[in-house]
């Protein structure tokens, strides 16, 4: 058995890397396919046709993915989709990377009572039943599409700033944070120089997973009808307007919702993978 | 251990007090209040109802209302359903809500655990492949794709089972709705389980009982099984608010009575106290879970220690 | 434990099983069972079902004594006399008394009761002043002779009082729930309708049972009635498909076309007494003062193809603002209504030009809907519609509908904005109203003395074709200054087995369940 785990261990790390290396590269042709494609394409996502709705794909014309239910081109509006979706996701993880990594190393690393209060902040909002939150703050600020970004990143941060905390506590013993510190080296430079770039490595890692999250929370939203505003459409609202059209026209569910889930997935190998490599650094 | 849950509990009252305020605010904050309509009423009996539900008083003072109610139990008139409080529809919808996330954890539970540990001992075969597989698309594709889908083939096309909740009044009713709910959880906690499994299985003392003569079930129920849970454990907390989130849109598409439809309405319709009481009601609910959940990672994890 | 659940899961089916349970789809939940507080469409169909006005609707839209077997009016139009049953009973065995009529009539002008009708009947005596708490509710101008008897005075000729006194909100009070606002809990309520409600589950499911009491019970078919809360069409449709419903509240527009080739004569599809508009702010520019711009957007609307490509489940294109179909009225078109669209959008933009607006200097406007898939649907058509034959682009604007309403009140940014309006009742004074520049509910901002006087003069009529008139006069009149852009009319849609019988249709969309009876046979 010991020879088998360690062949095994070997084919792992080989398997990560492609892992990695696949759905990284999946995403990335699928965001820059989402961003050029449509300068290609003769169709803009405005633009109504009623002589053709619900054409399925290929069949009118131009229509390489078909026409939805007012006529609007299927294949731009998908890659619109795409865009928002990626644009919504990153941003809300980059705010909720931002607040998390910074609240985390802040209470991680200055400590004593600073940190408990910080942490005992953390909890109280981690009771707050979230969905019902960002339902309210949908409602309050009338689906402003910064907000979407904000009340998702509000979501995510807690996780972040938790376990940054944790990577920060065994930091800080750090020889060289140490020395920084027996230099005079002021806090802020400190939280800013030496240990945030060591977070890195936890924090990419994270990101893909919170990610997905925000993406399936951006989706859910556009169920409730609290998602983004008309003319403009993200994959989940694709989705969600494919379903109620399932069968009719299953293209309208089968091409966003595919792409969705390549998407998602690639994600979560992506985040697979780096966990992978992160711990096998990690560990002696 | 006592000690300490008593601490914690304490400690969350002016938790709660927290939440309470947030939600009261931001409930008040969206325009447009529980009785527009577009026949206009007229001024007289607008400033009725407003006399009636104290909306004419000032925001502080209404709170102070509301909590001095709460505490004693009465979540107040619902702005929505006129003929009914706040308390009675809590009671009614929060034993439904319980009853499918609690089914719905089960399912993932026992389902997501089996599953990953299969996966774990046919590790890189065709069984962990296709596990996995399955997996990976339960979390990649929303629940308000698979419930309708579900719905639509189970229900409507094959009607082995119910379509709604109102139909009917057997255990079928509940089987749809549990099964779209826990299916995300499923792909996930398969997913845990395989990774802490498989960690888990390659460690020393493992190869210890392997080498004892032990057969496989054996060593996964009395020495692997216990330290590969701790990471589902610590997954129970977002399991839960997976479940919770699911649950909004399962019972939409079934129409289940539960207390998410409730939200979402109450949201909508401007219903302040009903909004406000299921607030409450979960927040506490939270608190307590979390604190099942550390306390539960105490007994199985005994590196850790409670002070 | 699993399996436990699936050997129970023997679930019953109710349709099919016992033959004189009628499962119909409800939109949404009624906001209240309070026939005085009640406010919606859903809450009055199911109160249609427990309760009973002096009058009430035939199965295909005739007015009918119902509580009342007769009733005299006095010939300046200002009294009224009714005789109520002497077998009218309320569902306990109590006899249905006049003062009970007179009870629940107090209730609703009231102002502790907040009741949304009440407005309904300030042409009774002293009902405004009862509304504004100026009297007390005891003071209306109602009164039991005795215990058989009923007088309504009136301030001026209301020519549509006896389909007004079919509204819930007129149905009697028994003398337990009194004047003030009672918690109304299921055990309780009296009912002195056909039905009398067993149970109420908020959101999914209200329970009726047959009335052994009501005056008319032998004429009543089916024993138990199950309305389900339903608010999502789609699922409505589903359920109907999987046979848990017999009727349904609603059709989705999604499958509608599937639907219509399927199950083409289970669809119910009527005339409807409401009309979907687009409104002009006209307190404030651009559309103030602007006849011009307002016709030529009117013009360029091409509602045919909304209705037949956008909508598409029957609805008739508007070109007047009060429903054909409506009660002693014949309905005034719009100017261009003959004319071919290219000929419209060839007016509509020399008009646009005479506006002062051109390709260079389009107009700035928003319109505002809220969120909804058809709202968001016929949106973007009209957007499309303008863009093309006028060359600006109207700025969409989705909002959730508490957030719309508030705008639109408060009239501070809104400029095109989408509303609805359904009758109240059978008479074109419903819609006309809401033009006055007195309601409150006039969200246009619309004040025409002409209007307003035609208006007067309508309402000062006790001859029926006199007033009609009159009326059709003041339609003339807002149509002409294009006050309003009406799109279309509304229609009602249903599915409905076909082992229901009884089931007509009609402009109010009642469906009185006493009326609707099971085939067994099918």
């Known amino acids: 058995m010991i020879t088998i785990s360690a062949a095994s261990n070997a084919i792992g790390r080989a398997r990560v890397s492609r892992l990695i290396s696949i759905s990284g590269g999946i995403l990335v042709a699928i965001a820059v396919i989402a961003i050029v494609a449509p300068w290609l394409s003769p169709n803009n996502y405005l633009d109504t046709d009623f002589d053709n709705i619900l054409a399925a794909p290929g069949v009118a014309g131009v229509h390489l993915f078909g026409t939805d239910d007012l006529g609007r081109d299927l294949f731009v509006r998908t890659m619109m989709g795409i865009q928002v979706t990626l644009l919504v996701a990153l941003v809300a993880s980059f705010v909720s990377l931002v607040i998390g990594v910074l609240y985390g190393a802040i209470a991680g690393y200055v400590g004593g009572r600073v940190d408990a209060v910080m942490m005992r ?95 399936l929370v951006e989706s859910f939203l556009s169920f409730l009808g609290l998602g983004i505003q008309e003319p403009q459409t993200s994959l989940g609202a694709l989705v969600d307007a494919g379903v109620s059209q399932k069968e009719n026209a299953a293209w309208m569910l089968l091409i966003p919702g595919g792409l969705l889930a390549l998407i998602l997935m690639c994600f979560n190998f992506l985040g697979d993978g780096l966990r992978d490599l992160f711990d096998a650094r990690q560990s002696p | ?135 990976m698309t339960g979390i990649s594709i929303p629940i308000f794709v698979i419930a309708p889908v579900l719905v639509l083939f189970l229900a409507v096309k094959l009607q082995w089972l119910p379509a709604g909740w109102s139909g009917s009044t057997g255990a079928a009713r509940l089987l749809l709705p549990v099964i779209a709910l826990a299916l995300p959880q499923i792909a996930y906690i398969a997913r845990l389980t395989r990774a802490s499994m ?48 699911g649950s909004v849109v399962v019972e939409q598409i079934f129409g289940i009575p539960g207390v998410g439809q409730f939200f979402v309405a109450g949201a909508l319709n401007r219903d302040y106290t009903l909004v406000l009481g299921i607030v409450i009601v979960y927040a506490a609910m939270i608190i307590t879970m979390n604190l099942i959940v550390d306390l539960i990672y105490g007994v199985i994890d005994p590196r850790v220690r409670y002070r | 434990m699993v399996l436990w659940l699936l050997v129970v899961a023997c679930g019953t089916k109710d349709v099919g099983q016992s033959d004189s349970t009628l499962h119909r789809g409800l939109g949404t939940d009624p906001e209240s069972l309070d026939a005085q507080k009640a ?70 002008v009231n102002p502790a009761n907040a009741a949304f009708y009440a407005n309904t009947i300030t042409d009774i005596v002293n009902a405004e002043a009862i509304i504004s708490s100026d009297m007390s509710a005891d003071e209306l101008g109602v009164a039991a002779i005795d215990a058989q008897t009923l007088r309504i005075e009136l301030t001026q000729p209301v020519p549509y009082l006896l389909s007004l006194l079919t509204h819930p909100s007129t149905f009697p009070a028994h003398s337990k729930l009194g004047n003030v606002d009672t918690a109304n809990s299921t055990g309780t309520r009296l009912s002195n309708g056909a039905y009398k ?72 599809i009527s005339q409807y007494l409401g009309t979907y508009y687009f409104g002009f702010n006209l307190t404030r520019p651009p559309f103030k003062n602007n006849p011009h711009l307002r016709q030529a957007l009117s013009m360029a609307m091409d509602r045919d193809v909304l209705v037949e490509k956008i909508t598409g489940r ?126 409150p509910a006039n969200m246009m901002g619309y004040a025409s003395e002409e209007y307003d006087s035609l208006m007067q003069r309508a309402a000062a009529q006790v001859e029926p074709r006199r007033r009609r008139l009159y009326l059709e006069e003041a339609e003339r009149a807002l149509l002409a200054d294009h006050a309003i852009m009406p799109v279309y009319f509304y229609v009602s849609k249903h599915l409905v087995r076909p082992e229901v019988r009884g089931w007509e249709d009609n402009v109010l969309d009642y469906h009185y369940s006493q009326h609707l009876s099971l085939d067994v046979a099918r």
């Open chain 3, 39 to 108: 406010r919606s469409v859903q809450a009055a169909n199911v109160l249609r079902d427990i309760g009973e006005g002096l009058l009430a609707y035939s199965a295909d839209g005739q007015l009918v004594p119902a509580a009342a077997e007769r009733w005299e009016i006095a010939d300046d139009g200002l009294t009224y006399t009714f005789t109520i049953r002497a077998d009218a009973r309320w569902s306990n065995g109590d006899p249905l008394t006049a003062m009970h009529f007179v009870l629940g009539l107090r209730r609703l």
């Open chain 3, 197 to 268: 409600l067993l149970s109420w589950e908020p959101g999914s499911l209200l329970r009726l049972q047959r009335n052994e009491h009501y005056w008319n019970n032998a004429a009543t078919a089916v024993d138990l009635v199950h309305y389900h809360v339903i608010v999502e069409e789609t699922v409505e449709l589903n359920r109907y498909r999987a046979g848990e419903l017999h009727t349904t509240d609603n059709v989705p527009p999604e499958n509608f076309a599937a639907i219509k080739e399927e199950r083409g004569d289970e669809l119910r």
């Open chain 1, 121 to 215: 902040i953390v909890d109280t909002l981690y009771a707050l039943p979230f969905i019902f939150i960002v339902i309210l703050l949908m409602v309050v600020f009338e689906r402003n599409f910064l907000l979407i970004f904000v009340a998702i990143g509000a979501i995510n941060w807690l996780d972040m700033a938790r376990i940054v905390r944790g990577q920060t506590l065994s930091l800080k013993e750090k020889e060289y944070v140490e020395a920084a510190r027996l230099t005079g080296v002021s806090t802020v430079r400190i939280i800013l120089r030496h240990i945030v770039p060591n977070l890195i490595g936890i924090v990419i890692v994270y990101i893909t997973l919170t990610i997905p999250q925000a993406i």
């Open chain 2, 198 to 245: 498989i960690d888990v299985l390659a460690s020393p003392f493992i190869r210890t009982a392997r080498a004892q003569g032990l057969g496989t079930y054996a060593v996964i129920r009395y020495h692997a099984l216990k330290p590969a849970m701790l990471p589902i454990v610590s997954y129970m907390g977002p399991a839960a608010a997976g479940i919770l989130t």
């Open chain 3, 314 to 439: 029957g609805e008739s294109a508007a070109y007047s603002w009060v429903p054909p179909g409506t009660d002693n009225y014949a309905p005034p078109q719009l100017s261009y209504t003959n004319l071919e669209q290219e000929e419209r959008n060839a007016i509509a933009r020399s008009l646009y030009h005479q506006a002062g607006y051109s390709d260079d200097k389009p107009v700035q406007v928003e319109l505002r809907y809220n969120t909804s898939d058809t709202q968001r649907r016929i949106a973007l058509a009209v957007q499309a519609m303008w863009r093309e034959a006028l060359g600006f682009e109207v700025t969409l604007v989705g909002e959730e509908f508490q957030v719309l309403l508030t705008n639109v009140r408060e009239a501070q940014i809104t400029e095109i904005f989408r509303g609805s309006w359904i009758g109240d009742y059978n008479d074109a004074s419903t819609f006309l109203n809401l033009l006055l520049s007195s309601n």
């Open chain 2, 1 to 135: 251990m006592v000690k300490y849950s008593l601490r914690r509990l304490l400690g969350a009252i002016p938790t709660l007090l927290l939440v309470v305020v947030l939600a009261f605010l931001l409930v008040h904050a969206a325009p447009g209040g529980p009785f527009d309509s577009e026949r206009v009423l007229p001024e007289a009996i607008k400033q009725n109802i407003d006399k009636y539900y104290h909306l004419d008083e000032p925001l502080p003072q209404q709170f102070v209302r509301y909590i001095w109610n709460a505490v004693r139990g009465d979540l107040g008139p619902s702005y929505r359903y006129r003929d009914h409080t706040v308390s009675q529809l809590i009671a009614g919808s929060l034993p439904i809500s319980i009853l499918l996330g609690s089914l719905a954890m089960l399912l993932a539970v026992v389902v997501g655990i089996a599953a990953g540990t299969v996966a774990a001992l046919r590790q890189n075969t065709v069984v962990d492949r296709v596990v996995m597989a399955f997996a």
